[in-house]
């Protein structure tokens, strides 16, 4: 989101509206409706309630609305017990329906999507990463990373926990999950990892790009994923991708990694492995996302798009 604001900020007088949650659905309402009166069109990030706002008083207004598709959003396996409550469902059927421009962030979230749209006029407008900020940079010290929030729900989901437990069975490895505790599950992954895991907390960029270009092996065991942004970023510093087949990870990895079972920790540890006697396949995830995923790609598409429905 960050990266596109600064995008949209090259062009346009951009104004953001954060939308609180439902104690302050009623306040954030007005103030979703008083941007939308004020301004040439409207971009939500994830068709959510604020998305629904959104797009709802734009058509009373008769202002362009823009809809990015990104996850959660559209994916049942992201919700609790795998299944969309029936206020969202309703709400994204709405946005789906009346958003002026839906751009999902890959084809996998595209396709999720369908299931509650008869649209035809999707467009996927991938994520873009900067190639020269994420890059490779002195010898590499043989470990594997991980970067996710740490929470109970993505124990599972994010693949944390066989990953966690992946490293007992390579006590040689360093290993480390890179994120910020948000309750108490860091405390069941303490327990089931071994001596050679590392739990960094919360990295700032430069941090994280260091340990990144430092690294030999990125892990993302998810279950679902709507695109993978670390897991790209650490492509680009060269890390061979061990993945999951799941969501959009095989969209973004393509041939260029180790893929491996969800939720196994034996199939994790030995497509580390793997991964760790095939360097030569972290060139060739670099130049994967160098090709199909630039920043560049996703600034024209972007500024066409919103100048499209501005002039």
């Not at 009373?60 to 559209?74: A, R």
């Not at 469902?89 to 396709?111: D, E, Q, Y």
């Not at 360093?174 to 050679?196: H, T, W």
């Not at 993302?220 to 993945?243: I, R």
């Amino acid at each position: 989101m960050a990266s596109d604001l600064k995008i949209l900020r090259q062009d346009f007088n951009v104004k953001i509206v954060f939308y609180r949650g439902r104690l302050w659905s009623i306040p954030d309402a007005f103030r979703i409706l008083a941007a939308v009166a004020s301004t040439c069109a409207n971009i939500s990030w994830f068709g959510y309630t604020q998305a629904y706002f959104a797009v709802t008083l734009s058509r009373l207004l008769g202002k362009p609305s823009v809809v990015i598709l990104g996850g959660f959003d559209v994916s049942s396996d992201e919700w609790a017990g795998n299944t969309i409550p029936d206020k969202h469902r309703r709400r994204l059927k709405a946005i789906l329906a009346n958003a002026t421009v839906l751009l999902p962030i890959s084809a996998r979230i595209a396709g999720l999507a369908r299931r509650f749209s008869d649209r035809t006029d999707f467009r996927v407008i991938p994520l873009g990463f900067d190639p020269e900020e994420f890059a490779p940079q002195g010898p590499k010290d043989g470990s594997v990373v991980t970067v996710a929030y740490i929470r109970r729900d993505y124990l599972q989901r994010k693949g944390l926990m066989p990953y966690v437990r992946a490293t007992r069975l390579s006590p040689q490895t360093q290993f480390y999950l890179i994120g910020k505790p948000l309750d108490d599950s860091i405390l069941d992954l303490q327990r089931e990892g071994g001596s050679n895991l590392t739990f960094t907390g919360w990295l700032d960029r430069p941090d994280l790009i260091l340990k990144l270009q430092r690294a030999a092996v990125y892990v993302q065991a998810s279950t679902h994923e709507g695109f993978g942004s670390a897991l790209a970023q650490a492509m680009l510093c060269e890390c061979v991708p061990v993945v999951t087949d799941r969501g959009a990870i095989p969209e973004v990895v393509g041939d260029t990694g180790v893929y491996v079972e969800p939720g196994n920790p034996e199939s994790i540890a030995a497509g580390v492995r793997e991964a760790v006697e095939n360097p030569s396949l972290g060139k060739r995830a670099r130049e994967r996302i160098v090709n199909q995923f630039s920043l560049e790609s996703r600034r024209r598409a972007l500024l066409e798009t919103v100048g499209g429905l501005t002039n």
